[in-house]
């Protein structure tokens, strides 16, 4: 997790002055430091993928990429910390064993010049259980007392955000005001996680972004006490698959708003999810029907009390489509296929041609054919619906915790 980085700071005071000598006459540490942020001079921080106790190593993989051997001794001290902690007050001693696979660490110690390699004096370890246990919480956190929708007001004087959330009751505007106590937080360029997003601030946010909020609703549903805002630049295409590359992790498709083609780059924290046929929809939707519906009327899921982001889809009922799209079943990019419609979100890159995955939809067409069939039609003789039309109600770039 992001939050180890604050471990850095922390033994930064502990590594001999020798150490940071070394860091600031050496150009080629200083250059690479740069190269990846959770490897520094003093130490790395990443997921135990490999642990070799014959030899007494680990490897480790950056969220990065970076791979990271760590060199082990009998001195080597062990500490674990659990998710959330920002001091070691809390931390508890263990042993080498207690180290596992899938565990997050900071390895402190000087990191050798080409950055391959960390002999640690202290592994500062969170536990893979705590770190998913963790997870959890704050998803069903968010999921609870979270709002979702797009800025369409920014009020810079009294800094308060006017967004248009979707409810089970059509659209609505919310005001967030907020103030200094507030956390924000905003995803950058080709970031495809909601742990990547930065600190930002007000003057950063733009009309048509996304934002999801942390908070609560005052009582006239109108307004939001937010604790936390995240938001986004995000671009949402979709289009018809004209080549998939498992090995490069690549999709090709034609936009089917431009007409352009387009490179999908897939990488391994993005989240792929397979949309069900038209005649699979009654499960995604709420379920079997309750006795006497109406053939084709879906469940709400929730009730009148469910969060805010549904819209009418199907014969009559309601469903809230970020929940809908977090209980597809996820997928690899190796099962997109040629002539598969997707539905890509990603944020705004430096190159317009090739989009970072945040989300993919494969399988999109009876979800944009549902979302086209409820835009408002154009006077006149009745066109058929443009698949894209209703690409602006998808939104899905601003991911759980």
Known sequence: MKALFFMIALVLVLVPAGSSAIARTNPAIQTQQTADPAITPNGAIGEVKLIDAAAKQMTIKTDAGSVVNVVLNDNTAYMRVAPGETTLTNATKIAFTDVGEGDRIFARGLVSEDRKTVPARIVIVMNKGDIAKKQDEERAEWKKRGLLGVITALKPETKEITITSRTLAGQQNIVIPVSDKVEMRRYAPDSIKFADAKTAKFEELKVGDQL?????????????????????????????????????????????????????????????????????????????????????????????????????????????????????????????KVGDTIIVSSTQGADPSRLTAISLISGADTLLNMLAARQPQPAGPRAAPNPSAGLGGVQFGIGLP
């Open 212 to 336: 999801r909020a942390l908070g609560d609703r005052n009582p006239d549903g109108i307004q939001f006490t937010a604790e936390k805002v995240v938001t986004g630049t995000f671009r949402n295409v979709a289009g018809v698959v004209t080549a998939v590359d498992p090995a490069t992790g690549e999709i090709k498709i034609n936009d089917m708003q431009t007409k352009q083609p387009l490179t999908i780059v897939v990488k391994q924290d993005a989240v792929l999810r397979k949309f069900p046929a038209a005649d699979q929809m009654g499960a995604l939707m709420g379920g079997p029907r309750p006795a006497g519906s109406p053939a084709g009327a879906a469940q709400t899921p929730g009730g009148a009390g469910a969060p805010a982001g549904g819209t009418r889809m199907g014969g009559g009922g309601s469903v809230n489509i970020p929940e809908m799209l977090e209980r597809l079943p996820t997928i690899s990019a190796a099962d997109v």
